[in-house]
């Protein structure tokens, strides 16, 4: 993106399936990292897979619904690198599957502390030091419960149409600076996350959930943590110079009719 230097990518969730997936693509381009994650072991192993030389990356463990979390995360990349390129806001959780009726006030702050609260105070922190610049791409990692409803995810469906209407208010802020804010849309991803909502959705036959799940896909399968990573890095790159405020949806044609 940057051809006076290495690219600096922030990667949320970066011990997951996704955001793992993501950090190997800047690796091999040889991008400066930083790695975020509530889960330490999770990005020491990251970091591990990649290969990282040190010096090259920074493992920041964070809770990013806590707002003061966040700011040292943005502020020892800013320490360590001196600018950030491209942030891949991507942290999230499922939490429970269950009605309406059946959840919790918890549940429900849970989910929206993390997915909401999260991407917005990552932008909050990252934002100005991009428009400063006048240069930086910001991935959101929505889905495609931020485009319709969802039997059972009320909570995880709420938070992923607020995390559009954050991209989309924080891609008309950013744009007159050349900055760009998008956000994928993934329908189910063959990772932990599809296990634990097949498990919610149908205890005891994941499998018999995940059967229902891929007949409503008209490519009959999930999507890869490969396939999601490669269009996160897409947007995320000056391939897409020219794209901003968009919800790109990667779901195999459920979004077709
Ligand atoms: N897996 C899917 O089917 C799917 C589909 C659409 C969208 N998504 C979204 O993709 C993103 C990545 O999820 P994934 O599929 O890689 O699942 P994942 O569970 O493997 O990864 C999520 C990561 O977020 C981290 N995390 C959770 N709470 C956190 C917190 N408070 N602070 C910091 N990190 C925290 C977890 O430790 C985990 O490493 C999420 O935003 C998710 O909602 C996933």
Do not use: W
């Not at 932008?123 to 428009?131: D, F, G, Q």
């Amino acid at each position: 993106m940057n051809n006076n230097s290495k690219n600096v990518v922030i990667i949320t969730g970066a011990a997951g399936g996704i955001g793992r997936e993501v950090a190997k693509r800047y690796a091999v381009e040889g991008a400066k990292l930083t790695l975020v994650d509530l889960f330490e072991e999770g990005l020491i192993e990251t970091a591990k897979q990649l290969n990282l030389n040190e010096g090259d990356y920074l493992i920041v463990p964070t809770d990013v619904s806590k707002e003061e979390q966040v700011k040292n995360y943005v502020d020892q990349t800013i320490n360590k690198f001196g600018k950030i390129d491209v942030f891949i806001n991507n942290a999230g959780i499922e939490g429970k599957v269950q009605s309406i009726v059946e959840t919790t006030a918890e549940n429900l702050s849970k989910v929206l502390d993390v997915n909401v609260k999260g991407v917005y105070f990552g932008i909050k922190y990252v934002l100005p030091h991009m428009t400063e610049v006048k240069h930086g791409s910001i991935v959101n990692t929505a889905s495609i419960a931020a485009l319709e409803g969802s039997i059972g995810l009320t909570p995880y469906v709420a938070s992923k149409h607020a995390v559009l209407g954050i991209t989309r208010c924080a891609s008309l802020e950013a744009a007159p600076s050349n900055v760009r804010v998008n956000a994928v849309c993934p329908g189910p991803v063959d990772n932990r996350m599809m296990r634990s909502i097949e498990e919610g959705s149908v205890p005891g036959a994941a499998e018999v959930a995940k059967e229902g799940i891929m007949k409503s896909i008209p490519m009959g399968r999930y999507a890869t943590n490969e396939e999601v990573a490669d269009l996160i890095y897409f947007l995320g790159s000056d391939k897409s110079i020219y794209i901003t405020g968009v919800a790109c949806r990667i779901d195999g044609g459920m979004g077709i009719n």
